[in-house]
């Protein structure tokens, strides 16, 4: 397994932008697809993206797709999510996670999830 450490959160207005990072330790990295989930007050958890261990091909959920861009740089054990044009709607929690199993096209849920990280606090005010 791998431990995860998220940074990056905060709080912006809406429209404005954030890069979250999420810094893993553990040789095994690499080997990983990666996701990152969020979730709201009140609501459950939720996909938001996802990359393979290559960073050749991602997945998003349709909520944030054309926003936020998910990337990977496996010289550094990091995995990203950049956001843009942000909503007060994707006030959450975000979560990074290795996963266990991710098929391309299907949205990975919590089952398919090998490894959380702590999640870091993203607050869009309107």
């Given at each position: 397994?791998?431990?995860?450490?998220?940074?990056?959160?905060?709080?912006?207005?809406?429209?404005?932008?954030?890069?979250?990072?999420?810094?893993?330790?553990?040789?095994t990295?690499?080997?990983?697809?990666?996701?990152?989930?969020?979730?709201?007050?009140?609501?459950?958890?939720?996909?938001?993206?996802?990359?393979?261990w290559s960073g050749g091909s991602t997945l998003y959920a349709d909520s944030v797709k054309g926003r936020f861009t998910i990337s990977r740089d496996n010289a550094k054990n990091t995995v990203y999510l950049q956001m843009n044009s942000l909503k007060p709607e994707d006030t959450a929690v975000y979560y990074c996670a290795a996963?266990?199993?991710?098929r391309l096209m299907v949205p990975p849920g919590p089952a398919s999830v090998s490894s959380w990280g702590q999640g870091t606090r993203v607050t869009v005010s309107s």
């Amino acid at each position: 397994q791998v431990q995860l450490v998220e940074s990056g959160g905060g709080l912006v207005q809406a429209g404005g932008s954030l890069r979250l990072s999420c810094a893993a330790s553990g040789r095994t990295f690499s080997s990983y697809a990666m996701g990152w989930f969020r979730q709201a007050p009140g609501k459950e958890r939720e996909f938001v993206a996802a990359i393979t261990w290559s960073g050749g091909s991602t997945l998003y959920a349709d909520s944030v797709k054309g926003r936020f861009t998910i990337s990977r740089d496996n010289a550094k054990n990091t995995v990203y999510l950049q956001m843009n044009s942000l909503k007060p709607e994707d006030t959450a929690v975000y979560y990074c996670a290795a996963l266990s199993s991710f098929r391309l096209m299907v949205p990975p849920g919590p089952a398919s999830v090998s490894s959380w990280g702590q999640g870091t606090r993203v607050t869009v005010s309107s």
